[in-house]
């Protein structure tokens, strides 16, 4: 079982933006997890990471989670700037920097909906991938929760469509965890992320974020064909989710431009 976690002991004061850094709100964040044997990750990340894994019914596995949101207000953390709004979709699987100890991500890569991506994909070299993606939510205005959650992206590399909704009977629900707390540490607090760059070369940023008002919501149905495609999580396995998480609204710090490590 992972040990348990308490958010006081993670959640600091936001590092003083400088330079390029963006401060940017995430609109209708969810993040859908899928628990998978190990062995599916082999070969995906260096020898410098180890998988983040958990015991459920005896067996080992890691997790993997698909995060879709709209970028909104996506401006300059330290100057005037034009904002920007657009689409945007993460895949990123949950690990262990064995040289740090810190507990981050590895991002497969993303999808994004802007002419902005030539910066981090030529640029920075980072693996972000074109993707026309649209949102159809609605909330509740008295209950602040998603009666209507759907996403769909067209793209050569990561094609996807989900459909989410929520309701009061939803409950958080996290196997391998001993308590809520400790899940949601793990699953929502990766400050840190690494991947390989366009060129090969590892590289890896940061991003900064208060703690998370997630909440659970159901799974109605997903397509996320990078992970049929990678034999990650079949078709059929993505209609089980491990958990679903969104909040309406929140707001992260991202710390540019990215660092090659090698």
Known sequence: ???????????????????IDVLCGLKHFAIITYAVPVDRFSGIFP???????????????GLISVVPFIDVDF???????????????????????KKTGERCVWFLGTTLDSWTLMVPRYLWNLPWHAGKVRFDCSLNPSSGLYEKYEMTTESNWAEAAVE?????????????????????????????????????????????HKELQVKPATLKSARF?????LGIVSGPEQLRPYSVLIEPLNEFTIYLPPTVIG
């Open 47 to 61: 020898d410098r990471f180890q998988l983040d894994t958990l015991q459920i019914n005896g067996q080992t596995l």
């Open 164 to 208: 989410l909704c929520q309701s009061e009977e939803d409950t958080f629900y996290f196997p391998g965890f001993p308590d809520a707390e400790s899940a949601l540490v793990y699953l929502t607090h990766p400050l840190a992320g690494y991947y390989y760059r366009r060129d090969g070369k590892l590289g890896t940023y940061r991003v900064w």
């Open 75 to 97: 401006t300059s953390a330290v100057f005037p700037f034009p904002k920007f709004t657009m689409g945007q979709t993460n895949y990123r699987i949950y690990i262990i920097d």
């Open 1 to 19: 079982m992972q040990g348990a976690r308490k958010f006081e002991d993670c959640v600091t004061a936001r590092p003083k933006p400088k330079g």
């Open 225 to 229: 064909r990078l992970l049929s495609q």
